[in-house]
């Protein structure tokens, strides 16, 4: 049966949204968490070359007398994390057992961190598409490992529910993960939804900026968990939550926060109890459903994993991984936005399409900064990121884009020859934007007598265009400008030509 909804609007007048969020970050070193098993992370591809259940020790199965072993490289990666989070570095954290029982947990535990995390008391800026700033603070950033991945034959969406069958591969088991808890986010009113979407997209680019992770939610590698609950406007109280569990994309995150501050508003306004429980999230029919009873750390049975010592970080450590840490987006994107000159809704559009890094190899390749935001803003970023996503080398580079842009700041080529140019490269029939313009012979015409005599015909066609030219009405060069380039075949500077035609319309 569907949930009954309260219009968006009216549940935000209504009630205050708090939400907080749980993102796991799949780690990409090259062996798992506590073994050497091969890290399905570290390579996204290799997931897909890989047969299930093939990456897999004795420890990462749970087998009788299998003992972990702390993969040195996850730790570093965590100092990094908190560092780019603003979090305290615990100089001791320990690792526990978390205890349930589900058919991807071989062992029947998790071993995690509980009450001694690696990470403390951060905080990230969160800016949203207009410019304004929320902070998200958060209470801590913790090691554990990732379960392995139930497969469900037969249902809709690879859901459990309708399922006929469930199969388990446990090559993800034991993967490093980094769980980064924030505390609850209040005073976001009703850009709740914008604001937890905009918090994981933040925390993506951080990822893939320090090189901790690739990041890609659609393989998994970044997930997220949205609690979210309502109390009366104005009551400065915390409602009853629900946790929507491994929601996987930004739109996602946005549209399941505003679903659920609409069921909850309704069901407040039945007069009933919000239930505390985990949601699943539908992306076919954009809603929730009931998952289980939401757990409290008691039901765990948190202890001390016995098999592992404590973790003791020397405050060398995190200042030597400190000394490692690359400028990190935020401070990147205002940097780049004032040496660029790029105006808010130009940067706002590339951050969007993520081109920004692109953008910038191709500055640092020789390009101006509009003519590497204008190549790339197109059918070529997307070319390009059609290849990396099939694991291929893309035909478009910032080297190519950058030798396009400087034949069109020589002059050599107009924008309308650069587009040719780059359908042509995208297609696969060069290389080298020169050889391309020398082969197909679409140099500009820099013949001044070539084109004052496509001028002079065009001004013979529309005599009065000539009068009102020489009489200041300088629009009026328009339509000779469209004649001369469609007599040269769009192959002139339509700079020059404009030049020319105020000098013929003078004499």
């Not at 049966?1 to 549940?11: F, N, R, T, W």
């Not at 929730?288 to 450590?317: H, N």
């Not at 990190?328 to 590339?350: I, S, T, W």
Request: aromatic content about 6%; some cysteine; proline content about 5%.
């Amino acid at each position: 049966m569907a949930d009954k909804l309260l219009g968006y609007e009216e549940a935000i007048k209504k009630y205050d949204p708090t939400f907080g969020i749980e993102v796991h970050v799949e780690l990409a070193t090259k062996t798992k968490m506590f073994c050497p098993a091969p890290n399905p992370a570290y390579d996204n591809n290799l997931e897909n070359l890989t047969h299930p259940n093939t990456m897999l020790t004795p420890v990462s199965l749970g087998l009788p007398g299998a003992l972990p072993v702390l993969n040195k490289q996850a730790v570093e990666y965590a100092i990094k994390i908190g560092l780019a989070l603003n979090c305290e570095i615990a100089e001791k954290s320990v690792f526990s057992r978390k205890n349930y029982f589900y058919p991807d947990m071989t062992k029947n535990f998790q071993t995690s961190q509980y009450d001694l995390p690696t990470c403390i008391n951060g905080y990230v800026d969160v800016e949203l598409d207009d410019g304004e700033v929320f902070r998200v603070d958060i209470e801590r950033a913790h090691l554990e490992e990732d379960a392995g991945k139930n497969n469900h034959v037969g249902g809709a969406e690879g859901r459990i529910q309708g399922a006929d069958h469930s199969l388990v591969d446990y090559n993800r088991a034991g993967v490093p993960l980094i769980e980064i808890v924030t505390r609850p986010v209040f005073n976001t009113g009703k850009r709740a939804p914008e604001v937890a979407a905009a918090y994981v997209r933040t925390l993506r680019d951080i990822f893939k900026a320090i090189g901790v992770s690739n990041a890609q939610m659609e393989r998994g590698n970044v997930r997220a968990d949205v609690n979210l609950s309502l109390a009366p406007a104005g009551s400065g109280k915390l409602g009853t939550r629900t946790e929507t569990k491994n929601v996987n994309s930004f739109s996602a995150i946005e549209a399941a926060a505003k679903y659920e501050i609409r069921r909850q508003g309704a069901v407040l306004d039945s007069g009933a109890d919000v239930f505390q429980e985990t949601r699943m999230w539908h992306e076919a029919s954009n809603d929730t459903s009931s998952g289980r009873p939401k757990s409290d750390a008691d039901d765990y049975r948190y202890f001390p994993e016995p098999d592992l010592m404590p973790l003791y970080i020397s405050r060398e450590k995190v200042e030597e991984v400190r000394a490692t840490l690359p400028e990190l987006p935020q401070a990147k994107r205002n940097r780049l936005k004032e040496e660029y000159g790029f105006k808010p809704l130009e940067m706002r559009d590339v951050i969007n399409a993520e081109a920004l890094n692109i953008i910038e190899d191709t500055v640092k390749k020789g390009a101006t900064p509009q003519g590497a935001r204008k190549w790339w803003m197109n059918e070529a970023l997307e070319e390009s990121r059609k290849a990396w996503n099939e694991g291929q080398e893309p035909t478009i580079t910032p080297d190519q884009i950058a030798a396009m842009d400087k034949l069109v700041q020589e002059g050599k080529i107009n924008d309308k020859i650069a587009r040719q140019v780059l359908d042509a490269m995208i297609q696969g029939e060069g290389d080298d934007p020169a050889k391309i313009v020398a082969d197909k012979g679409l140099e500009v015409v820099n013949d001044d007598g070539a084109l004052i005599a496509a001028i002079q015909e065009a001004f013979a066609k529309m005599p009065k265009a000539k009068t009102d030219i020489a009489g200041g009405n300088q629009g009026a060069a328009g339509p000779i400008i469209g004649m001369v380039m469609k007599a040269t075949g769009g192959q002139a500077d339509g700079k020059r030509v404009r030049e020319l035609i105020l000098e013929e319309a003078a004499k």
